[in-house]
């Protein structure tokens, strides 16, 4: 009996042991635009998220939440394709395929914003509202006119991978 206690004990500590392990966390700081990140070592270019819109490089400022860390993990499964679609004549609009978990608030966008609506639907904004969204990034190298250009004339398709 005794030796049944001491063996159910070790296997107790040796758990908890590795669960506390597991709980370290990354810290990435976060500058204006990925290529600066990628100069100043913050971050390996290869090992974060990309984003091409109909086929354009845009650099993007990701944000460091529970959406975007699921975003990450599809995206290290293969190339996330979204068609999107203008919508309101201030944003184009396209279904994920999947539910990431939301972290919804009341803000008011402005150009260049990537969001999740719904928690499904990937919003990117060459103007602006007022609505609960849960950030995801902002596009750090377009003006808005050429933000307006390349998404305000017709539907897009946007492709988002990681580290390639």
Do not use: H
């Not at 990354?26 to 390996?44: F, L, M, R, V």
């Amino acid at each position: 009996m005794k030796r049944i206690k001491f063996f159910v004990i070790a296997v107790l500590l040796f758990v908890s042991f590795c669960v506390s392990a597991c709980g370290v966390e990354e810290s990435i700081t976060y500058s204006d635009t990925a290529e600066e990140n990628a100069a100043e070592g913050n971050y390996d270019m290869e090992n974060t998220l990309k984003l091409n819109i109909d086929g354009k490089k845009v650099a993007v400022s990701w944000e460091d939440n529970d959406s975007v860390s699921t975003l990450k993990n599809l995206a290290k499964n293969g190339a996330i394709t979204v068609n999107m679609s203008r919508y309101g004549g201030f944003e184009q609009v396209g279904s994920l395929g999947v539910n990431l978990k939301r972290e919804d608030e009341r803000i008011t966008t402005s150009p260049g914003d990537i969001v999740l609506y719904s928690g499904n639907q990937i919003v990117i904004f060459y103007g602006s509202n007022t609505w609960a969204y849960t950030r995801l990034g902002k596009i750090t190298d377009k003006t808005q006119a050429e933000l307006s250009s390349l998404l305000g004339e017709k539907d897009v398709n946007i492709i988002i991978t990681y580290g390639e």
